[in-house]
Nanobody, 127 residues
Framework: QVHLAESGGGLVQPGGSLRLSCVVP????????IGWFRQAPGKEREGVSC????????YYTDSVKGRFTISRDNAKKTVYLEMNNLKLEDTAVYYC????????????????????WGQGIQVTSPR
């Protein structure tokens, strides 16, 4: 059974920063896009960001562009989501997922049809 281990969530004031981490088994990290989704109370799960490899730039949903940065360190088997200038609307449970996105013709598309999901981690930026 594949286990994606998320960490780094918590409570932060608006404008603050958090960094989420997701440890991914090496056998999966080497061959897949890795993504982050989130689900706020009463809302559907939505794609936040995904990344193909260490040298690639990330793909982001519009609401987090310029504030969030995704990266991966294959040596540490970890994917990160650096979240800056957090807002109330970023409050959600965040999930690490594989693959998170699929790529067609160089364009990224979020997909909830994941092979693997983490257990989720809470991020709260209160009013």
């Amino acid at each position: 059974q594949v286990h994606l281990a998320e960490s780094g969530g918590g409570l932060v004031q608006p404008g603050g920063s958090l960094r989420l981490s997701c440890v991914v088994p090496e056998s999966i990290l080497d061959h897949h896009v890795i993504g982050w989704f989130r689900q706020a109370p009463g809302k559907e799960r939505e794609g936040v960001s995904c990344i193909l490899d260490e040298n690639g730039s990330g793909y982001y949903t519009d609401s987090v562009k310029g504030r969030f940065t995704i990266s991966r360190d294959n040596a540490k088997k970890t994917v990160y989501l650096e979240m800056n200038n957090l807002k109330l609307e970023d409050t959600a449970v965040y999930y690490c997922t594989v693959p998170g996105c699929f790529i067609i013709g160089g364009s990224y598309y979020f997909t909830p049809q994941a092979d693997y999901w983490g257990q989720g981690i809470q991020v709260t930026s209160p009013r």
